[in-house]
DNA sequence: TTGGCTTCATAGTTTCAGGTTATGAATAAC
DNA sequence: GTTATTCATAACCTGAAACTATGAAGCCAA
C-alpha cells in the first residue's frame, strides 16, 4: 500500500515551509481541509507521524524533517523532467545514429557532421557505413535512427525524403581522353570495372548498360571506388563513378572524366528512416540540411 | 500544467521495461487501455514522444531513453522514503535534543549518555544544560525534543514522567560530623549556604526550612553546588545537597554529609515534553532508560 | 471565567481522474 | 484474403480528492 502520491510530497513540502495548513493549502491553491486530509494521508502511508499539531504551531517532527531534505530532491528532480522535456521538444536530438551507404560517405560525411553538429553543437553523433541491406535492418531494428541512401527504397516501413539528384561519369584512362564518349550499349562492350556485389551502385551502372544484375562478369571487381578508379588509371579498363567522387577521386591517377550525353545516368540519395518514427519533424529538418549540403548550396 | 503523477512514471518504466502495452500493463495490474492512456497523458504532460509505436515493437525514443535513466532515480528515491519511514517507525530518533537542569547534569549525564547510545548507535545527541525556566521555553519553541528537571512543573503544555526520588543531604564542616543532625526549623537559623536565584534546588531547599523563597539573604550564594561544597570545607557554614552529589563533590573537601531524619527533605526528577510531541512512545522508553539509569539498577 | 478568535479536524457532497469492458484500426503472418 | 496480434478509442463506472459547512481545542483579552 505504497500509495504515495507527487501530490501528496507537493503539500508537505509546502507545509514543511509555511507551518501553517491553512497557508500551506493557499500556496497549492487548495482549501484548508483538502490539506489537513492530504497530510494526514501522507502520514498514514508512511506510517510515521510527520507533523507535531498544537495549538498555534505545526512543527515538522525529527523525522518529517529529514523527509523534507529528501522530499525536496525528489520534488526538484520531477521538476526537471518538465523542463528537459521542454527544452528537448522539437529539437534535434543530442544522439543521432545514421547510416551512410559506401558510395555516399566518404565525399558527403565531413560537410554532412559540420552541418548537423551546427544544428545541434551538443551532438552526439554515430555514423555506420555498410551496403543498404544492411542499413535497411538497422533501421527496422532501431539501431539506427536515419539513413542516407540511394532511392527509391520502396519499403512500406520507411519514410523516404530526397536529398539531391547527381550523374554518373565515365573514367577511362587520360590516353582516351579524346575519344568520343559511348552510350550505355557502347558501354556493355567496353572492360567495365564495377564494385563488388551488393552495393546499390553496382547495380544503378549495370541498369545504365541494360545489363543483367548477375551478368557473368571475369574477375573485374572492386570493393571502393578508389579502387576501380586507380585499376583505370593503370590502364585495365573504364568505371562509373558518381559526381560528388570526383574531387576525391581522380587527383591521383592518370585518368580523365567525361560526362554522359542524354540521357545521363544518374542516381538520388535521399534520407530514410522508420515511418513511425516520432522524430520525424527533427528528421525532415535534418534531410533539409543534409540536402543542401549535398548540393553544395 | 505540469501534472505528472507518479503512477504516470511508475507505468513508463514498466512500458519501457517490456516494450509491450499489454505485458506492462499486466505488470501493474491493470488493463491494456489503462496503460494506453496514462502513456499519452504522461506524453502530452511533458509534450514530447517517448515511445515510437510500430506494429509489433515499443520502442523509447532517444528522449525516451534519457527519461528513463532519471525516471529510475525517482521512482527509487521514493520508494526509499517508504522503506526510511517503515526502518524509523517507533525508533528513537536520530537526533535527540534534549535539556538537564545544572543541579542534575553532571552526575546523571555520563550515564545518560552511555544508555541512550546504547538505545540507538546512531544517535545525535545535543544536551543543553541550563535552568527550569530556560528549558521550558525551549520545549515551547520546539528546540529541545525533552528535558530533565525536578517535577512538578504543573504545566498543562507538558507531559512529566518521574525517573527517580532522591533525599537532599546536610553537608558540614569536618569538624561538626558528630553534632547532631537538626531539623528544618534547626536548620533555618544556621548559616546555610545555598544556589543563587533561579535555581529550583535552592526554592526545595528553602521550603524544607519553611523558610519564603524571598527570604532576604547576605552573600551566601554560590553558582554551583561545587562552590558551595569548598565553602562548607572552608569554614562559611553548612549547605545541602542532592544524593546523587556525594560521590562527585564530597571527596575533595573537609566536609562531612549526614542524612536528615523523617521526614527527610527531597526531590522528584522526571523527564518533560510536548505534551502534542508526536514521539510520546519514545519518550516514555527514553524515560523508562533514564529512570533505570537514575536510580542506578 | 467567559466570549471571541484562530486554527486544525471532520462530515457531507460533488467533480473528475483513472479504471473497466467492448470495440476499432493497422499491420504482420499465414 | 484471412487471421492474429497489438495499440487506440469510446462509453461507462468507481473512488480519490476537492469544496463548503461545521466542530473542537486552545489562546487571548476583558
Known amino acids: 500500500m505504497n500509495n504515495l ?9 509546502a507545509l ?9 493549502a493557499a500556496m497549492c491553491s487548495i482549501s484548508q481541509p483538502a490539506m489537513s486530509v492530504q497530510i494526514r494521508e501522507l502520514e498514514e502511508n508512511l506510517g510515521v507521524t510527520l507533523f507535531e499539531r498544537s495549538a498555534r504551531k505545526v512543527r515538522l517532527t525529527p523525522f518529517g524533517d529529514e523527509l523534507a531534505v529528501r522530499v525536496r530532491d525528489i520534488l ?11 527544452a528537448t521538444a522539437g529539437k534535434v536530438p543530442d544522439r543521432l545514429r545514421i547510416g551512410v551507404i559506401p558510395t555516399v560517405a566518404p565525399y558527403l560525411l565531413p560537410a554532412m557532421v559540420t552541418a548537423l553538429t551546427r544544428l545541434n553543437p551538443a ?3 554515430h555514423v555506420r557505413e555498410t551496403q543498404t541491406t544492411g542499413l535497411l535492418r538497422a533501421l527496422e531494428q532501431g539501431t539506427l535512427d536515419a539513413a542516407v541512401v540511394a532511392l527509391p527504397v520502396s519499403h512500406p516501413a ?17 590516353a582516351d581522353a579524346d575519344k568520343p564518349v559511348p552510350d550505355g550499349e557502347a558501354l556493355r562492350r567496353m572492360r567495365l570495372l564495377l564494385l563488388e556485389e551488393g552495393h546499390c551502385f553496382r547495380d544503378q551502372a549495370l541498369a545504365f548498360c ?37 574531387g576525391l577521386e581522380t587527383g ?19 534520407l530514410i528512416w522508420r515511418r513511425t518514427n516520432p522524430l520525424a519533424t527533427q528528421l525532415h529538418t535534418i534531410a533539409e540540411v543534409l540536402g543542401s549540403v549535398s548540393r553544395r548550396d
Open 5 to 13: 502520491t507527487l501530490r501528496q510530497l507537493r503539500y508537505f513540502q
Open 123 to 125: 551532438l552526439d553523433l
Open 16 to 24: 514543511a515551509q509555511h507551518g501553517h495548513f491553512g497557508h500551506a
Open 76 to 86: 526538484g528532480a520531477v521538476d526537471e523532467l518538465g523542463e528537459l522535456a521542454r
Open 252 to 270: 591521383s591517377a592518370p585518368v580523365s572524366v567525361s560526362r554522359f550525353g542524354h540521357p545521363a545516368p544518374k542516381r538520388t540519395i535521399g
Open 210 to 246: 541494360a545489363a543483367p544484375a548477375n551478368m557473368p562478369r571475369d574477375g573485374l571487381d572492386g570493393s571502393s571506388l578508389t579502387t576501380l578508379v586507380q585499376m583505370v588509371g593503370a590502364g585495365i579498363g573504364v568505371t562509373l563513378i558518381p559526381e560528388m567522387a570526383i
Open 158 to 174: 520507411f519514410t523516404e525524403v530526397a536529398l539531391c539528384e547527381e550523374d554518373f561519369v565515365l573514367v577511362r584512362p587520360a
